[in-house]
């Protein structure tokens, strides 16, 4: 199998056709296909433990997006929820009286998959949902971050990343100029569980020419030009105005940092705050710390 070369493929975006990769160099392929697929799917997010008092913020737009993608998407998929270990036994509770399973993440777990020169709390943290990838019993995650606001349902993401082992929305670097970047955004993303490709990650980590710290810049630096560009509509990044809420999926923002009146994006963050109260009228429960 040593001669076996591996190709990625890759949208677009100025010619509109499918570029090809040799991509040997990223993952022995091969050993992953050797895999039976389980012919289930699932959404999926992470919830770190709160890394200080007061309201847990991410919690409370964890359950919103539970709270949403069942009632916009019914029960046809499951909803995971990777959860850190430090989140408390009361919230694991109330995430799943909302329907979601729980799958609980260890430090070790997360010691092992950061890189060692990392002593960045929230960055540490992140790395926690590389662990999707051990999640064998299901064929294909579309993982979503747990500040996302959902507006929309989310089952295309499935649907646009049919062929593929991992798929993303491409970054969006610049909100003013909605400049485009090469690199694609960590917090929209749909994957193939393998344990073989979490291994392979474990042991390109800490390689000497990786430097990043956080995992969006691991992913992007791990998988090169092997991903699926999704489409633009399922992700808005740092929506300004109103009406472009309405144009896509879900936005991707912390909303709750933006509810000063004299914030570039209050005007949309008191859209989505009206929403979480309609969605969930007890937004507080269990997040008060």
């Known amino acids: 199998m040593l001669g076996h070369k591996n190709v990625g493929r890759k949208y677009c975006v100025e010619t509109h056709k499918i570029v090809e990769q040799d991509t040997s160099r990223f993952l022995p392929v091969q050993q992953m296909h050797n895999i039976e697929p389980v012919a289930r799917e699932a959404f999926a997010t992470y919830l770190g433990a709160p890394l200080r008092n007061g309201t847990d913020w991410y919690f409370i737009s964890c ?9 916009l998407e019914g029960h046809k998929r499951d909803i995971l929820v990777l959860t850190m270990e430090g989140v408390s036994g009361a919230k694991k509770m109330i995430l ?28 540490i943290n992140n790395f926690g949902k590389l662990q999707l990838w051990a999640l064998e019993q299901y064929h294909r995650i579309a993982y979503i971050d747990a500040d996302v606001w959902i507006t929309k349902p989310m089952g295309e993401m499935f649907t646009y990343a049919q062929g593929f082992d991992f798929a993303a929305v491409r970054e969006l670097t610049d909100p003013v100029s909605r400049r485009l970047d090469s690199t694609f955004n960590s917090g929209l993303m749909v994957l193939t569980p393998s344990k073989v490709r979490l291994q392979h990650m474990s042991q390109f980590i800490n390689k000497p020419s990786y430097h990043a710290r956080a995992d969006q810049a691991l992913l992007n ?3 090169g030009w092997s991903w699926k560009e999704l ?34 994006f209050f005007h949309v963050a008191q859209v989505w705050f009206k929403a979480l109260q309609g969605e969930l009228p007890d937004y507080l429960k269990g997040a008060l710390s």
Do not use: C
Not at 63 to 71: A, D, E, G, N
């Open 96 to 123: 799943e009286e909302e329907g979601a399973k729980l799958h609980d993440i260890t430090v070790e777990q997360v010691r092992s998959m950061q890189p060692k020169h990392l002593n960045i709390a929230r960055y």
């Open 63 to 71: 359950r919103f997006m539970i709270r949403t993608l069942r009632r």
């Open 231 to 264: 489409p633009r509509f399922l992700s808005g990044n740092h929506v300004r105005e109103v009406g472009t809420v309405n144009n896509t999926n879900m936005v991707h923002m912390k909303f709750w940092n933006k509810l000063d009146p004299s914030n570039m």
């Open 221 to 223: 630096a791990y998988f």
